[in-house]
Each structure stands twice: as C-alpha cells, then as structure tokens.
C-alpha cells in the first residue's frame, strides 16, 4: 500500500499541482515570496522531489510484486489516498499554514484563498 500511496503523491504532485496549475495555468509558483527566478528554481525542486517519489512508488511496487500479487483495487485505492493526501497537505500546510504561495494572482480570488478563509471564519464565528 505504501507504494501506491507515493505513487498517488508523486502523480499529485508532479501531473496535477506542478503540470496544471503552476506551469499551465501559471496561478501560482511553489514559492511565492521571493523573485520569480526563485519560485522557478522552487518549481524546479518540487518537480524533482514529486518524480522521485513517484518512482519509489514503482519501484517499491515492482519489489513487492517479486514476492507475491498485487491486488490492483487495493493498490489503486492506495493511489487515490496518496492523491487526495496531497492535496490536503498542499492546501493546509504549504498554502494556509506556512502561506509560502497563494492561489491565483490578478483575479477576484473570492472562490480561492480569501473565500476560504472567509467561509472558515463565519463558521467558527
């Protein structure tokens, strides 16, 4: 399971988060509060740490599948905790914790940042 849970993270990280929205989209960089020279060279390094976990991912599966089968379901659900993981962690810890990078940049960020943090606010006020 564990290879599948990397797997998902790694695929998060680096398809999903980095792929999407930070070179496509272009909403945000890993890190923000610097020179785009340096959200660029961040970007750069959470590329490669999300392939290196994916890869760790395949190859912990590959040693794993020597031994004994794998049941695709459960590793599958292994990917999809991994992912959604991720996400979790990304949106908490790197975006409203540590606040290194926000959502979008020259839009109404009502549906982003600032509408979470307000919708957080009204239920705990």
């Not at 999407?20 to 959470?46: C, P």
């Amino acid at each position: 399971m564990l290879s599948g849970f990397l797997f998902g993270c790694g695929i998060a990280a680096s398809m999903v988060d980095l792929f999407i929205f930070h070179l496509g989209l272009q909403w945000h960089h890993f890190y923000d509060l610097s020179t785009t020279r340096v959200a660029l060279t961040a970007d750069g390094f959470f590329h490669a740490f999300g392939w290196f976990i994916t890869i760790w991912g395949l190859f912990l599966l590959a040693d794993v599948r020597r031994g004994a089968e794998v049941p695709a379901a459960r590793w599958g659900g292994a990917v999809v905790a991994g992912v959604g993981f991720f996400q979790l962690f990304d949106g908490l810890v790197f975006h409203k914790v540590l606040r290194i990078h926000q959502i979008r940049y020259a839009v109404n960020r009502l549906f982003t940042d600032e509408g979470v943090e307000s919708a957080g606010a009204s239920v705990r006020g």
